[in-house]
């Protein structure tokens, strides 16, 4: 059955301390991962997609990696606008169409 | 409207009503998708539309729950008699298609929807 875990479940930052968010997955057939951002009482908002092993993308102060198990967030000096909880997704499969996968998120609560 | 717009965006109702949840997408987008998420977790897949159609409905739990999308832009998700297991934030996306995948979903606020 296909996977996403996510952890930790919860992580406090102070601002500029750097962390990194883990997504881990079992699925057959990746062909992309998905990473969105959630403020409360929003909709997902898009960041990244990932296609494929060694694959690096950056966002302000955001970069996300992948490997064939996992992926990773990685904040660097976070601020406390970047408190959310942030889903990772995969969508696995020739014949998944435009289902994802998601996570139960990660909720970052960085403080000044 | 530039985005996503879901109405109602809230919804109170009691045990074994009927709910329809109206999504309309961004203007273009041919993808339409219906999530369903329960707080503290992540958003849990019901069924996508390419056009008119359906293309995927596996995510949807039983035979209560029915999604259309007649003229392949607006779509509306119906519940019939509701259960209190039913309340959660509904959400909906529309995306265009890249390199055979959805490219980014563009979600809505979603509709909160609460069984009495």
């Known amino acids: 059955e296909d996977q996403v875990t996510q952890s930790p479940e919860a992580l406090r930052l102070q601002e500029g301390e750097s962390s990194s968010l883990n997504c881990s997955y079992t699925?057959?057939?990746?062909?992309?991962l998905f990473w969105y951002r959630q403020d409360p009482g929003k909709g997902p908002e898009f960041l990244f997609t990932l296609y494929s092993a060694g694959e690096e993308k950056e966002k302000e102060r955001l970069k996300a990696t992948l490997t064939k198990k996992e992926s990773f967030l990685h904040i660097t000096a976070p601020k406390p606008e970047d408190s959310a909880t942030y889903l990772c997704a995969v969508q696995a499969g020739a014949g998944s169409g435009g289902k994802l996968i998601f996570g139960q998120g990660t909720e970052l609560s960085v403080k000044p | 409207g530039a985005g996503v717009s879901q109405t109602p965006s809230n919804k109170v109702t009691e045990k074994g009503k009927y709910v329809e949840l109206r999504c309309d997408p961004i203007s273009g987008h041919t993808a339409l998708y219906w999530y369903r998420q329960s707080l503290g977790q992540g958003p849990e897949f019901l069924i996508y539309f390419q056009g008119t159609g359906a293309a995927d409905d596996s995510g949807l739990p039983n035979d209560r729950f029915f999604a259309v999308r007649p003229e392949g832009s607006v779509s509306t998700l119906k519940i019939q008699r509701t259960e209190r297991g039913d309340s959660a934030v509904y959400l909906c996306a529309s995306s265009l298609w890249d390199r055979g995948l959805p490219g980014e979903l563009f979600f809505g606020e979603g509709s909160r929807l609460t069984v009495l």
């Open positions: 699925v057959s057939g990746l062909r992309g």
